[in-house]
């Protein structure tokens, strides 16, 4: 196959785009958020969980301060009641009973006192807990949010990229000969079509060719298309190339 050089040339322009279109197509497919956005869902389920059993035990806690509070109140009222009926009762057996009564009440609203205090403790302590660790899901959450929208932009960006290289490749691959570009995407869908011939290396796989290569290399035509007795890459020859 032969073209001429300025056509070959054009195969290193799409070796350009090619190479960009793929990093802008896995940019788009995985931006470089997308991982921190994992670790933050993964972290945000554990705090969530972390935050349920706390609330849980926050409202235990309330639960059961309510519960001593009420008892509190029922232990008052009856403490009330037996004093009234003291004051108005004149049998010595009856007001003996009513004493008592009035005593272990007293005894059991100081052990209920003492009791509230504590729970009073541990639901300053739960709501503490559950506080913090709303916080801390609520950073999470935010900056979720600000990482998902960045991942969003990034994709949105790397969509429009890839779209401009599509149109700048159509563009160049509209001006190489049919041919040329049938070889050199038989070639590309195994790896890089083309490289620039430098240093006695190919531009494509980074090889050096060996002596009898090159000298087959500078016995080619200048229009002929080589390729590269490495990779199969097609060899773009330039003034530069030291051949």
């Given at each position: 196959m032969h073209a001429s050089p300025s056509d070959q040339l054009l195969l290193l322009d799409l070796v350009r785009l090619d190479v960009a279109l793929a990093r802008a197509e896995e940019a788009r497919r995985?931006?470089?958020?997308?991982?921190?956005?994992?670790?933050?869902?993964?972290?945000?389920n554990g705090q969530g969980r972390e935050l349920v059993a706390l609330t849980n035990a926050l409202d235990d806690a309330k639960a059961e301060l309510a519960r001593v509070e009420s008892d509190i109140d029922v232990a008052r009222k009856r403490q009330q009641r037996d004093r009234d009926r003291l004051g108005q009762t004149a049998v010595a057996r009856d007001a003996r009973a009513l004493e008592s009564e009035i005593a272990a009440l007293d005894a059991r609203i100081d052990?209920?006192?003492?009791?509230?205090?504590?729970?009073?403790?541990?639901?300053?302590?739960?709501?503490?807990?559950?506080?913090?660790?709303?916080?801390?899901?609520?950073?999470?959450?935010?900056?979720?949010?600000?990482?998902?929208?960045?991942?969003?932009?990034?994709?949105?960006?790397?969509?429009?990229?890839?779209?401009?290289?599509?149109?700048?490749?159509?563009?160049?691959?509209?001006?190489?000969?049919?041919?040329?570009?049938?070889?050199?995407?038989?070639?590309?869908?195994?790896?890089?079509?083309?490289?620039?011939?430098?240093?006695?290396?190919?531009?494509?796989?980074?090889?050096?060719?060996?002596?009898?290569?090159?000298?087959?290399?500078r016995k080619a035509a200048e229009d002929a298309v080589v390729h590269c007795p490495e990779c199969g890459a097609i060899v773009v020859r330039t003034s530069e190339s030291g051949l």
């Open positions: 995985k931006p470089p958020q997308a991982a921190r956005v994992q670790e933050l869902i993964a972290l945000r052990r209920l006192e003492t009791t509230q205090i504590e729970l009073i403790e541990k639901v300053e302590q739960a709501q503490e807990a559950f506080d913090a660790q709303k916080r801390l899901l609520d950073e999470t959450t935010a900056e979720g949010r600000e990482v998902s929208q960045a991942g969003r932009t990034a994709v949105e960006k790397a969509a429009a990229e890839a779209d401009q290289i599509v149109r700048d490749r159509e563009a160049t691959a509209a001006r190489v000969p049919q041919p040329l570009l049938d070889e050199y995407a038989r070639i590309a869908a195994r790896g890089t079509a083309a490289g620039l011939f430098q240093h006695g290396t190919c531009g494509a796989c980074h090889m050096a060719l060996a002596p009898t290569d090159l000298a087959e290399l």
